[in-house]
């Protein structure tokens, strides 16, 4: 396995990514494309998840990474929060909804590890 030398190498980034350009799709037609307050909100949040990952690796300290790594996956929450939302709303069909939540699950628990392994070899 190569070392990671640029944000976009992390797979969590790139999950991240994957996440933001689902609800870009997602919020670009129907009901939830005219509800600008909250497509506005998801799609800050899942820009925000990225950007957190991308600004904490370019940091100069393992401990900043760590809290940038907090900042994403609280973000990434908000995502979650969000499209239950958009689901209770009608905004998103079930078909649409699970795969965006489970992207959000699976994404906060690889930044979850992956916080959490920086923190092993901090130690």
Partial sequence: MSKVQ???DLQV??????LSVAIYTLTRSGEFSKDWGLRHQIQRASVSVMSN?????????KQEFKHFLSIARASCAEVRSQIQLAKSLGYVTDLEYFPVYEKCIALSLAIGG?????ERISQ
Wanted: aromatic residues 18%.
């Fill in 6 to 8: 640029k944000f976009e």
């Fill in 13 to 18: 980034w790139q999950m991240a990514h994957d």
């Fill in 53 to 61: 990952i991308a600004e904490g690796f370019e940091r100069y300290s």
């Fill in 114 to 118: 992956l916080r959490a392994s920086i």
